[in-house]
């Protein structure tokens, strides 16, 4: 099945500093990977996604890249804020089966 | 509108006891999918519905975990003599039409067994 690692497990950046996170994935034929940002002991909420036809896509201060050819994608935040910290989740499928990451914890300092 | 909810949002039980979790998705949503997400880690699959009829449930971990969704709307996972590896947070989702959609998640339930 489909493999999807994710790095770094944490990160803390200070306020107005961008943060990136990485994500592999195993399975070739993989073509929706949304990004997910789950706040303590609340739902896990979609910021962003990206198919495989494109290579990026930007929502305001969010942005993803895909690199089908090597199989990685990132999320960045840019101009980081307090209200950005929280455990960010990728996601891989190639149906209708999510493979998450095991989450990065960005922290923002003030 | 309403998001997915689930209740209950905690659930403490005793090992050896049986207990089921409910899910109401989003209002029309013709997908529902199971997740559980052990402390610290991301969600992992266990079942997918499209409608009432259970497509996958190859992340079932045992014979134990039932899920069901007799009427293609409301969903409930029923864990049979609970052992202390299945306490985790179950995560429900459902998404629009095919199960290729966004997925839009529920609050979960914080299961504990003792």
């Known amino acids: 099945g489909e493999n999807v690692e994710q790095h770094p497990s944490t990160l803390s950046v200070q306020e107005g500093d961008s943060a990136v996170i990485k994500c592999t994935y195993s399975d070739s034929a993989s073509n929706y990977f949304p990004w997910y940002k789950q706040e303590l002991g609340k739902r896990p909420q979609l910021i962003i996604d990206?198919?495989?036809?494109?290579g990026e896509k930007k929502d305001q201060r969010i942005a993803v890249t895909l690199n089908k050819t090597a199989k990685h994608f990132s999320l960045h935040i840019t101009e980081t804020q307090p209200e950005d910290s929280a455990v960010y989740f990728c996601?891989?499928?190639?149906?209708?089966?999510?493979?998450f990451g095991a989450g990065t914890t960005v922290t923002v300092r003030a | 509108g309403a998001g997915v909810s689930q209740s209950p949002r905690y659930k403490v039980a005793k090992r050896g006891q049986d207990v089921a979790l409910r899910c109401d998705p989003i209002s029309g949503h013709v997908s529902l999918f199971w997740y559980q997400q052990a402390l610290g880690q991301g969600p992992e699959f266990l079942t997918y519905?499209?409608?009432?009829?259970?497509?996958?449930k190859s992340g079932l971990p045992s014979d134990r975990f039932f899920a069901e969704r007799p009427e293609g709307s409301v969903s409930t996972l029923k864990i049979q003599r609970t052992q202390q590896e299945d306490s985790a947070v179950y995560l429900c989702a459902s998404s629009s039409s095919h199960g290729t959609d966004t997925q839009y998640f529920g609050p979960g339930t914080r299961l504990t067994v003792l």
């Open positions: 996601a891989a499928s190639k149906g209708y089966k999510l493979s």
């Open positions: 519905f499209q409608n009432e009829a259970q497509l996958d």
């Open positions: 990206i198919r495989s036809n494109v």
